[in-house]
């Protein structure tokens, strides 16, 4: 089945600094990408979809300044947090599709990446 | 509001013994549901989908059903495996919608020995 691949798996940063997630999608081209995050005991939350080419679509409630989302290619998108705090610390999780769930096709979720702010 | 509510929330069984898991689900517009199973520190993994038309689905021991009219949906698994142990997600996907879906909270499924 198509995987995809997060990178790091786990990371550790200081308050007030900035981290960077990776999320490919390994052998598929991906037409939208989707991050996640979720809290223990909690079910996923999306916080934002993004489109190769374009803009993020943040959802309600998400500052999208202090996540940002590049998706740079058909198999890369990065989602930044910037001036993390540990509140921010959580399980991010991306997805990618390579057409709308709307229409049966499949997400692919990645393999997660935990970020503990200290 | 859309919804989505699993229950048990959580369950414990004997190896061996079948189970079976809860969704019930208030969204519109609808256009499919799924089942995932997440591992403890993993992403969910999709184990059946299921459209308007499809009554019953199966993946190996799990088994999905669907009832489109009372918006309600079951996993049963049988004959449980030690590896089984996990979180169980159901989830409906919004037709038109840019591929949004919508979560339950989980049923977590604990399987002992």
């Known amino acids: 089945g198509a995987v995809v691949s997060q990178h790091p798996s786990w990371v550790i940063c200081k308050s007030g600094t900035s981290v960077k997630i990776e999320c490919r999608s390994l052998?598929?081209?991906?037409?939208?990408m989707f991050w996640y995050r979720q809290f223990p005991k909690q079910s996923l939350m999306l916080m934002a979809t993004?489109?190769?080419?374009?803009?993020?679509?943040?959802e309600q409630g998400v500052e999208k300044d202090k996540f940002l989302i590049n998706h740079a290619s058909l198999t890369l998108s990065t989602l930044t947090v910037t001036s993390a705090h540990p509140e921010d610390s959580s399980f991010y999780i991306c997805?990618?599709?390579?057409?709308?769930?709307?229409?049966?096709?499949?997400?692919?979720f990645g393999p997660g990446t935990r970020l503990t702010v200290t | 509001k859309n919804q989505v509510e699993q229950s048990p929330q959580s369950l414990i069984i004997l190896e061996g013994k079948n189970c079976t898991l809860q969704?019930?689900?208030?969204?519109?517009?609808?256009?499919?549901l799924r089942w995932y199973k997440q591992d403890t520190g993993r992403g969910p993994v999709s184990l059946t989908i299921?459209?308007?038309?499809?009554n019953t689905k199966s993946n190996g021991r799990y088994t999905a059903t669907l009832d489109a009219d009372t918006k309600q949906s079951s996993l049963h698994i049988t004959a449980s495996q030690l590896s089984d142990s996990a979180s169980y997600i159901c989830?409906?996907?919004?037709?038109?919608?840019?591929?949004?879906?919508?979560f339950g909270q989980g049923t977590e499924l604990s399987v002992k020995p």
């Open positions: 997805s990618a599709t390579q057409g709308p769930s709307g229409r049966g096709y499949e997400q692919y």
């Open positions: 052998d598929f081209q991906a037409t939208t």
């Open positions: 993004s489109n190769e080419g374009s803009k993020a679509t943040y």
């Open positions: 969704c019930n689900y208030t969204v519109s517009p609808f256009s499919n």
């Open positions: 299921m459209t308007f038309s499809e």
């Open positions: 989830v409906v996907s919004l037709y038109n919608q840019g591929g949004k879906l919508i």
